[in-house]
Protein backbone atom coordinates (compact mmCIF):
# COMPACT_ATOMS: atom_id res chain seq x y z
CA UNK A 1 0.00 0.00 0.00
CA UNK A 2 1.36 3.17 -0.68
CA UNK A 3 0.21 5.94 1.98
CA UNK A 4 0.60 8.81 -0.77
CA UNK A 5 -2.33 7.45 -2.64
CA UNK A 6 -4.37 6.94 0.70
CA UNK A 7 -7.52 9.53 1.04
CA UNK A 8 -8.32 11.06 4.42
CA UNK A 9 -11.42 9.82 5.80
CA UNK A 10 -13.66 10.27 8.50
CA UNK A 11 -11.89 9.42 11.82
CA UNK A 12 -8.42 10.36 10.96
CA UNK A 13 -6.35 12.62 12.61
CA UNK A 14 -4.15 15.91 11.12
CA UNK A 15 -0.93 13.96 11.78
CA UNK A 16 -2.08 10.13 11.05
CA UNK A 17 -5.11 8.25 9.79
CA UNK A 18 -7.32 5.63 11.65
CA UNK A 19 -6.09 1.87 12.09
CA UNK A 20 -8.88 -0.03 11.31
CA UNK A 21 -7.75 -3.57 10.81
CA UNK A 22 -6.61 -3.92 14.65
CA UNK A 23 -6.70 -7.25 16.85
CA UNK A 24 -10.40 -7.39 19.35
CA UNK A 25 -7.95 -7.85 22.36
CA UNK A 26 -6.02 -4.75 21.81
CA UNK A 27 -8.94 -2.00 22.07
CA UNK A 28 -9.84 -3.91 25.09
CA UNK A 29 -5.92 -3.01 26.44
CA UNK A 30 -6.80 0.26 24.86
CA UNK A 31 -9.41 0.71 27.95
CA UNK A 32 -7.34 -1.06 30.59
CA UNK A 33 -4.54 0.82 30.66
CA UNK A 34 -5.97 4.40 28.97
CA UNK A 35 -2.49 6.44 29.82
CA UNK A 36 0.97 5.99 28.04
CA UNK A 37 2.83 5.49 31.56
CA UNK A 38 0.31 2.83 32.44
CA UNK A 39 1.30 1.48 28.91
CA UNK A 40 5.12 1.25 28.94
CA UNK A 41 7.98 -1.48 28.65
CA UNK A 42 11.58 -0.36 29.34
CA UNK A 43 14.45 -1.39 26.88
CA UNK A 44 17.93 -1.55 27.82
CA UNK A 45 20.82 -2.12 24.55
CA UNK A 46 24.53 -1.39 23.87
CA UNK A 47 25.84 -1.59 20.35
CA UNK A 48 30.20 -1.99 19.28
CA UNK A 49 30.74 1.75 18.22
CA UNK A 50 33.76 0.43 15.99
CA UNK A 51 31.86 0.90 12.36
CA UNK A 52 30.37 3.47 13.64
CA UNK A 53 33.41 5.38 14.48
CA UNK A 54 34.86 4.33 10.93
CA UNK A 55 31.13 5.65 9.06
CA UNK A 56 31.15 9.15 11.39
CA UNK A 57 35.08 9.91 10.17
CA UNK A 58 33.92 9.29 6.92
CA UNK A 59 31.53 11.43 6.69
CA UNK A 60 33.31 14.50 8.22
CA UNK A 61 35.69 13.90 5.75
CA UNK A 62 33.40 14.50 3.06
CA UNK A 63 32.66 17.71 4.72
CA UNK A 64 29.96 16.93 7.35
CA UNK A 65 31.89 18.73 9.82
CA UNK A 66 29.85 17.94 13.08
CA UNK A 67 28.42 14.49 11.97
CA UNK A 68 28.40 12.21 14.92
CA UNK A 69 26.86 9.54 16.88
CA UNK A 70 23.30 11.60 17.37
CA UNK A 71 22.72 11.80 13.47
CA UNK A 72 24.03 8.54 12.76
CA UNK A 73 21.35 6.96 16.01
CA UNK A 74 18.39 8.93 14.37
CA UNK A 75 19.32 7.79 10.61
CA UNK A 76 19.54 4.56 11.72
CA UNK A 77 15.42 4.84 13.75
CA UNK A 78 14.31 6.15 10.47
CA UNK A 79 15.41 4.18 8.32
CA UNK A 80 14.24 1.21 11.05
CA UNK A 81 10.92 2.87 10.46
CA UNK A 82 10.66 2.62 6.82
CA UNK A 83 11.09 -1.03 7.08
CA UNK A 84 9.24 -1.67 10.67
CA UNK A 85 6.38 0.95 10.28
CA UNK A 86 4.32 0.16 13.04
CA UNK A 87 6.81 1.72 14.90
CA UNK A 88 5.75 5.11 13.77
CA UNK A 89 2.11 4.31 15.29
CA UNK A 90 0.38 6.30 18.72
CA UNK A 91 -2.77 6.00 20.08
CA UNK A 92 -5.07 8.88 21.27
CA UNK A 93 -8.25 8.47 21.87
CA UNK A 94 -8.58 4.69 22.61
CA UNK A 95 -7.92 4.78 19.14
CA UNK A 96 -4.91 3.70 16.77
CA UNK A 97 -2.92 5.83 14.21
CA UNK A 98 -0.39 4.96 11.88
CA UNK A 99 1.60 8.33 12.05
CA UNK A 100 1.80 10.45 7.93
CA UNK A 101 5.52 11.61 8.60
CA UNK A 102 8.70 10.75 11.08
CA UNK A 103 8.58 13.63 13.67
CA UNK A 104 11.33 13.47 15.44
CA UNK A 105 11.49 15.73 19.19
CA UNK A 106 15.00 16.65 20.98
CA UNK A 107 15.31 18.91 23.91
CA UNK A 108 18.57 20.98 23.13
CA UNK A 109 20.85 23.41 25.18
CA UNK A 110 21.05 26.32 23.29
CA UNK A 111 24.83 27.10 24.65
CA UNK A 112 26.74 24.73 26.24
CA UNK A 113 26.58 26.41 30.42
CA UNK A 114 25.33 25.65 32.80
CA UNK A 115 22.02 28.45 32.99
CA UNK A 116 21.46 28.08 29.48
CA UNK A 117 17.79 27.89 28.75
CA UNK A 118 16.63 24.90 26.80
CA UNK A 119 14.29 23.99 23.74
CA UNK A 120 12.63 21.45 21.90
CA UNK A 121 13.08 21.02 18.51
CA UNK A 122 11.24 19.37 15.94
CA UNK A 123 12.59 17.84 12.92
CA UNK A 124 10.36 15.89 9.87
CA UNK A 125 12.09 13.49 7.79
CA UNK A 126 11.20 11.64 4.90
CA UNK A 127 10.91 8.08 4.79
CA UNK A 128 13.88 7.67 2.51
CA UNK A 129 15.87 9.82 4.43
CA UNK A 130 20.05 8.83 3.92
CA UNK A 131 22.68 9.84 6.65
CA UNK A 132 23.13 12.89 5.06
CA UNK A 133 19.88 14.11 4.75
CA UNK A 134 19.27 13.41 8.30
CA UNK A 135 22.33 15.49 9.09
CA UNK A 136 21.42 18.04 6.96
CA UNK A 137 17.78 18.49 8.41
CA UNK A 138 18.39 17.92 12.12
CA UNK A 139 21.16 20.78 11.92
CA UNK A 140 19.45 23.68 10.12
CA UNK A 141 16.41 22.67 12.39
CA UNK A 142 19.09 23.03 15.57
CA UNK A 143 20.21 26.06 14.37
CA UNK A 144 17.43 28.10 13.54
CA UNK A 145 16.45 27.05 17.46
CA UNK A 146 19.63 28.33 18.24
CA UNK A 147 19.58 31.69 16.56
CA UNK A 148 15.92 32.70 17.99
CA UNK A 149 12.93 31.80 19.67
CA UNK A 150 11.40 28.39 18.32
CA UNK A 151 7.62 28.46 17.64
CA UNK A 152 7.20 26.23 21.23
CA UNK A 153 9.38 29.05 22.75
CA UNK A 154 6.89 31.34 21.94
CA UNK A 155 3.86 28.98 22.73
CA UNK A 156 5.42 28.62 26.58
CA UNK A 157 6.04 31.73 27.46
CA UNK A 158 1.93 32.32 26.17
CA UNK A 159 1.13 30.14 28.47
CA UNK A 160 2.92 31.08 31.56
CA UNK A 161 1.40 33.96 31.43
CA UNK A 162 -1.49 32.17 32.72
CA UNK A 163 -2.51 32.12 36.51
CA UNK A 164 -2.06 28.25 38.07
CA UNK A 165 -5.74 27.48 38.13
CA UNK A 166 -6.57 28.46 34.76
CA UNK A 167 -3.72 26.91 33.18
CA UNK A 168 -5.12 23.73 34.22
CA UNK A 169 -8.06 24.01 33.44
CA UNK A 170 -6.72 25.51 29.48
CA UNK A 171 -4.88 22.28 29.81
CA UNK A 172 -7.56 20.22 30.82
CA UNK A 173 -9.33 21.88 28.02
CA UNK A 174 -6.36 20.79 25.58
CA UNK A 175 -6.44 17.37 26.41
CA UNK A 176 -10.07 16.98 25.91
CA UNK A 177 -9.62 18.38 22.59
CA UNK A 178 -6.69 15.97 22.02
CA UNK A 179 -8.57 13.35 22.77
CA UNK A 180 -10.83 13.95 19.80
CA UNK A 181 -8.46 15.29 17.42
CA UNK A 182 -9.32 18.79 17.67
CA UNK A 183 -6.29 20.65 18.65
CA UNK A 184 -5.70 22.75 15.48
CA UNK A 185 -2.67 21.68 13.24
CA UNK A 186 -0.52 24.95 13.78
CA UNK A 187 -0.30 23.81 17.68
CA UNK A 188 0.50 20.01 16.83
CA UNK A 189 3.21 21.08 14.47
CA UNK A 190 5.40 22.99 17.40
CA UNK A 191 4.34 20.61 20.11
CA UNK A 192 7.07 18.14 21.96
CA UNK A 193 4.32 15.93 23.40
CA UNK A 194 3.11 15.12 19.37
CA UNK A 195 5.42 13.10 17.25
CA UNK A 196 7.19 9.77 16.58
CA UNK A 197 9.59 9.55 19.06
CA UNK A 198 11.38 11.86 21.75
CA UNK A 199 15.39 11.76 21.61
CA UNK A 200 18.05 12.89 24.29
CA UNK A 201 21.56 12.27 24.64
CA UNK A 202 23.38 11.67 27.90
CA UNK A 203 26.72 11.40 25.92
CA UNK A 204 27.87 14.92 25.97
CA UNK A 205 26.61 14.87 29.66
CA UNK A 206 28.87 12.41 30.69
CA UNK A 207 26.36 10.23 32.57
CA UNK A 208 23.99 6.50 31.52
CA UNK A 209 21.41 6.97 29.61
CA UNK A 210 18.52 7.66 31.58
CA UNK A 211 14.53 5.49 31.38
CA UNK A 212 12.73 8.59 30.28
CA UNK A 213 9.25 8.49 31.31
CA UNK A 214 6.60 9.20 28.15
CA UNK A 215 4.52 11.71 28.45
CA UNK A 216 0.58 10.88 29.05
CA UNK A 217 0.00 14.31 27.34
CA UNK A 218 0.10 14.75 23.44
CA UNK A 219 0.82 11.15 21.37
CA UNK A 220 4.58 10.31 21.60
CA UNK A 221 5.16 6.53 21.93
CA UNK A 222 8.85 6.24 22.11
CA UNK A 223 11.90 7.92 24.22
CA UNK A 224 15.49 6.85 23.58
CA UNK A 225 18.08 7.86 25.28
CA UNK A 226 21.87 7.25 24.50
CA UNK A 227 24.98 7.82 26.41
CA UNK A 228 28.29 7.93 26.23
CA UNK A 229 31.27 5.94 24.47
CA UNK A 230 32.57 3.41 26.81
CA UNK A 231 35.32 0.30 26.74
CA UNK A 232 34.73 -3.54 27.36
CA UNK A 233 37.05 -5.97 27.52
CA UNK A 234 35.06 -9.11 25.61
CA UNK A 235 35.90 -12.94 24.99
CA UNK A 236 36.57 -13.50 21.75
CA UNK A 237 35.19 -16.48 19.33
CA UNK A 238 39.27 -17.41 19.44
CA UNK A 239 39.16 -17.26 23.16
CA UNK A 240 41.17 -14.21 23.13
CA UNK A 241 40.56 -10.81 25.00
CA UNK A 242 40.10 -7.73 23.05
CA UNK A 243 38.98 -4.40 24.23
CA UNK A 244 35.39 -3.00 22.43
CA UNK A 245 34.01 0.23 22.60
CA UNK A 246 30.46 0.72 23.08
CA UNK A 247 27.63 2.67 23.49
CA UNK A 248 24.35 2.18 25.85
CA UNK A 249 21.02 3.22 24.84
CA UNK A 250 17.58 2.73 26.41
CA UNK A 251 14.10 2.88 24.76
CA UNK A 252 10.88 3.60 26.73
CA UNK A 253 8.22 2.56 24.15
CA UNK A 254 4.35 2.55 24.68
CA UNK A 255 3.74 -1.66 24.24
CA UNK A 256 -0.22 -0.29 23.03
CA UNK A 257 1.31 0.41 19.23
CA UNK A 258 2.34 -3.18 18.66
CA UNK A 259 3.14 -6.52 20.10
CA UNK A 260 6.20 -7.21 21.64
CA UNK A 261 7.31 -9.72 19.05
CA UNK A 262 6.96 -6.47 16.57
CA UNK A 263 8.84 -4.59 18.83
CA UNK A 264 11.64 -6.70 19.10
CA UNK A 265 12.27 -7.39 15.22
CA UNK A 266 12.06 -3.73 15.15
CA UNK A 267 15.26 -3.02 17.70
CA UNK A 268 16.93 -5.95 16.22
CA UNK A 269 16.61 -4.09 13.03
CA UNK A 270 17.82 -0.63 14.76
CA UNK A 271 20.97 -2.35 15.95
CA UNK A 272 21.91 -3.60 12.74
CA UNK A 273 21.93 -1.11 10.83
CA UNK A 274 23.93 1.04 14.09
CA UNK A 275 26.42 -1.83 13.31
CA UNK A 276 26.61 -1.16 9.76
CA UNK A 277 26.00 2.52 9.50
CA UNK A 278 27.64 2.76 5.99
CA UNK A 279 23.55 1.27 4.39
CA UNK A 280 22.48 4.89 5.25
CA UNK A 281 24.20 6.42 2.08
CA UNK A 282 21.66 4.57 0.06
CA UNK A 283 18.06 5.13 0.01
CA UNK A 284 16.03 1.97 1.40
CA UNK A 285 15.38 -0.15 -2.18
CA UNK A 286 11.68 -0.41 -0.42
CA UNK A 287 9.39 1.75 2.18
CA UNK A 288 6.92 -0.50 3.97
CA UNK A 289 3.22 1.18 5.02
CA UNK A 290 1.43 0.34 7.54
CA UNK A 291 -1.90 -2.03 7.44
CA UNK A 292 -4.72 -0.35 6.64
Known amino acids: MNENKVKRRFGDRYEGR ?11 AWYIMPRRNGATNLLAYSVDVASMEDYIRQKRAEGLDSFGITHVLLAAYVRTVSQRPALNR ?4 QKLYARNEIWVNMDVKKEMRTGSPDTVIKAVFPKDATARQVYEILNSTVKAAKEEDSS ?29 GLIPASLIRVSPFHGSLFITSMGSLGIPPVFHHLY ?3 NVPVF ?7 KRLEIQPDGQIAEKRFISYTAVTDERICDGFYYS ?13 FQLDE ?10
Open 18 to 28: RIRGYNPMDRV
Open 90 to 93: FLSG
Open 152 to 180: FDGTARALNYIPGLVLRLVMGILSFMDYF
Open 216 to 218: DFG
Open 224 to 230: LSFGPKQ
Open 265 to 277: TAFKTLKSIMRNP
Open 283 to 292: RPKEVFYDVD
